[in-house]
């Protein structure tokens, strides 16, 4: 069990890799969606209805993983799900149905929505021991990974198939895990601390260490869980669909248009790495009402606008937006009931990713993308709504 600084600190750098590279092959994989929706002949909503596979499969399995979480710990689940995250990334380019990209993506969907729970949860166990509220930082590297992973799509978009770029992220994610992993494996979660700092805002009272869901606690749970669920369709929806949104519908080239999520994703890095500092000056609600309100905005530009340069802008501006509000919804859930807090969160954010895929796919053939977009401004408005509530909830 960690007992010095030391330890924490190697501690938070490999959980920072395994979130950066979460962010990295994930990012990876979306940068070509338009490829393989070519690939399989899929019209919008039978793509989205295939992208359904990875929400569905990551939903399906982050109960679970909260369990399993309690049995065997954080740590060894987090490695265990790094390699099937690498893994399963290389199958969307081989099938050519969507059935068959449906089913890939199942898999996928299911080892993304694991390591995202196990990672989690070890964040929150780490961020007690470290007494600050660092839980944006690991979400930055998410985000930095993302924005990495998207940057390079685009520069190998047109000299490599997509087959070629995704069996190259396997293998630096088997890499990447196989190093990173093993300080997982040799340190322990540390025990939280007996008198817990006092946060940025009033927290439930009687809250000294996190503890199974039970009648007082899983109503706040799953309203933090309510706000991760409108943060993820925004994510969701821009990963999904914001590249297709600017070849498509502002006729930018297939580079230009994997730009559009690396500006997003450095977006949210950038709002991540001064999430700490944000949450200790303005605490949490604050910062998600502000959050929701001005990704809001930003989504609005991002869909609505009739230039190129102006989507882009308005995609930073949702990313800055949108940056803190799953690390806080998913930390404060975990704080509350540990790994199954965590779970329940989690599974009803990623339900937001869910949701969107086919929602917009749909809204998509029936009016247009554009108009679709604009669904994601609706819910950054409703998470800026919920955090008010949130609050005096919380303060009961």
Same mark, same amino acid.
């Given at each position: 069990?960690?007992?010095?600084? @030391? ?15 979460? $962010? ?14 070519? #690939?399989?002949? &899929?019209?919008?909503? +039978? ?7 990875? @929400?569905?499969? +990551? ?53 993304? $929505? ?22 944006? @930082? ?49 340190? #322990? ?13 009033? &927290?439930?009272? $009687? ?40 070849? #498509? ?27 700490? #500092? ?17 990704? *809001? ?31 806080? *919804? ?10 199954? $807090?965590?779970?329940? *969160? @989690? ?33 950054? &408005? ?15």
């Amino acid at each position: 069990m960690p007992g010095n600084r @030391s330890d924490l600190t190697r501690l938070r750098i490999a959980l920072t890799v395994f979130f950066a590279l979460d $962010g990295f092959v994930f990012a990876g994989w979306v940068v070509r969606i338009p490829a393989i929706k070519e #690939q399989t002949n &899929a019209s919008s909503s +039978a793509l989205g209805l295939a992208l359904l596979g990875v @929400s569905a499969g +990551a939903v399906v399995t982050m109960m679970v993983t909260g369990r399993l979480c309690r049995r065997f710990g954080s740590h060894p689940m987090t490695v265990i799900c790094g390699i099937l995250l690498s893994l399963s990334v290389a199958l969307p380019p081989l099938t050519h149905s969507v059935p068959a990209l449906g089913a890939v993506l199942l898999v996928f969907g299911a080892a993304y $929505g694991g390591i995202n729970v196990a990672f989690n949860s070890a964040a929150v166990d780490l961020v007690r021991a470290l007494r600050r509220p660092v839980m944006p @930082s690991f979400h930055a590297a998410f985000s930095l990974g993302g924005m990495i992973g998207a940057g390079l799509g685009a520069l190998v978009a047109g000299a490599l198939t997509p087959t070629r770029h995704l069996l190259g992220l396997t293998l630096i994610g088997l890499l990447v895990t196989a190093l990173a992993g093993r300080t997982l494996l040799r340190i #322990q979660p540390p025990k939280p601390p007996v008198q817990p700092p006092k946060p940025p805002e009033r &927290a439930p009272r $009687g809250e000294s260490a996190p503890r199974r869901p039970g009648s007082r606690t899983r109503p706040l749970v799953i309203t933090f869980g309510l706000i991760a669920l409108c943060t993820a369709y925004g994510e969701g929806a821009l990963a999904d669909w914001s590249a297709l949104h600017l070849e #498509q519908d502002l006729d930018a080239t297939a580079g230009v248009a994997a730009v559009g999520y690396s500006c997003f994703a450095l977006a949210m890095t950038i709002g991540r790495l001064t999430g700490t #500092q944000l949450l200790e000056r303005l605490g949490q609600t604050r910062t998600l009402v502000y959050g929701g309100t001005t990704a *809001a905005v930003g989504m609005l530009l991002g869909a609505l606008a009739p230039a190129l340069w102006a989507a882009l802008l308005g995609f930073v501006i949702a990313g800055l937006g949108l940056a803190n509000l799953f690390p806080v *919804a998913i930390e404060r859930a975990g704080a509350l009931a540990g790994p199954d $807090g965590v779970a329940i *969160a @989690s599974t009803l954010g990623y339900g937001g990713m869910l949701l969107g895929p086919p929602a917009i796919g749909f809204m998509a053939d029936w009016f247009s993308l554009p108009t679709a977009l604009t669904s994601v401004a609706a819910l950054a &408005a409703a998470a800026a709504l919920i955090a008010v509530v949130t609050r005096r909830a919380a303060a009961g």
